[in-house]
């Protein structure tokens, strides 16, 4: 039998940035832990989602969710843009577990509908998506702002 984790997942504090920090390296997005802290203050005060997943009190995953207003649905949109765990507990639960929670309370906020957004490349992640009954549903583009 497969050793299971004791899996906690909680709303994130800023005590958790070091943790998340690791994780984001992982995804392919370095930071320093002071600015990584910046951006966590300053989502906090916007009223958005951050979820952790820990395993005796180490960060090993994270989610955010977001509630964006649009005008052509009569509800808001939940939008799951960011899920990473430790690459060593993949495969356990807790990328489900972190993915259910965030979907709990964009569900409790009235969205009738969640999306997630996905690198083109992470193939694995894909899958692991349409596992939890996600769909392809469009195309997504992006486009780097510059100032002029």
Request: with cysteine; aromatic share 6%; charged share 25%.
């Amino acid at each position: 039998m497969t050793n299971v984790p004791k899996v906690c997942v909680r709303p994130a504090s800023s005590s958790d940035c070091p943790g998340m920090v690791t994780l984001l390296r992982q995804l392919g997005f370095p930071s320093s832990v002071d600015s990584l802290r910046e951006r966590f203050e300053a989502f906090q005060r916007l009223g958005e989602r951050v979820y952790v997943a820990t395993v005796d009190a180490e960060v090993v995953g994270v989610v955010t969710a977001h509630i964006t207003p649009v005008l052509h649905r009569p509800t808001s949109v939940g939008r799951l843009t960011m899920l990473v765990v430790v690459e060593e507990m993949r495969g356990r639960g807790i990328g489900r577990a972190l993915v259910e929670t965030a979907e709990r309370e964009l569900v409790a906020a009235g969205c009738e509908l969640i999306e997630v957004t996905s690198n083109e490349k992470l193939d694995t992640a894909h899958a692991f998506y349409e596992r939890l009954g996600y769909e392809r549903t469009s195309h997504r583009f992006g486009k780097k702002a510059r100032a002029e």
